[in-house]
């Protein structure tokens, strides 16, 4: 082997190196991008779910509210009705249970 073939051999190596190295980088450009999209869509998945949980919290803090309210007109109506029963003297017992 004289040195135009050596050189020959290296430029060819040189060039070889450079397309690997240019294809890797095209695969890893590749890569980021996919990351970084999926981290947007993440993110904006992450936003969505919150303003749903705090559609569902709002829904269910009226949901509470209108529940106390109507174990309130119970609890006053159970009290009228022993009121009543007890006027009686007798007639009607009510036990506690």
Known sequence: MNNDSIKRIEELFKHHIGVLSEDFQYKLDLVVEGQQMLAERLELTRTELKDEIR??????????????????????????????????????RVKEG
Not at 56 to 84: G, N, S
């Open 55 to 92: 559609k569902v919290d709002q829904r269910l803090t009226m949901v509470e509210a209108r529940l106390e309210q109507k174990i309130d007109a119970v609890a006053v109506d159970l009290t009228a009705h022993r009121a009543d029963t007890e006027a009686h003297h007798g007639v009607y």
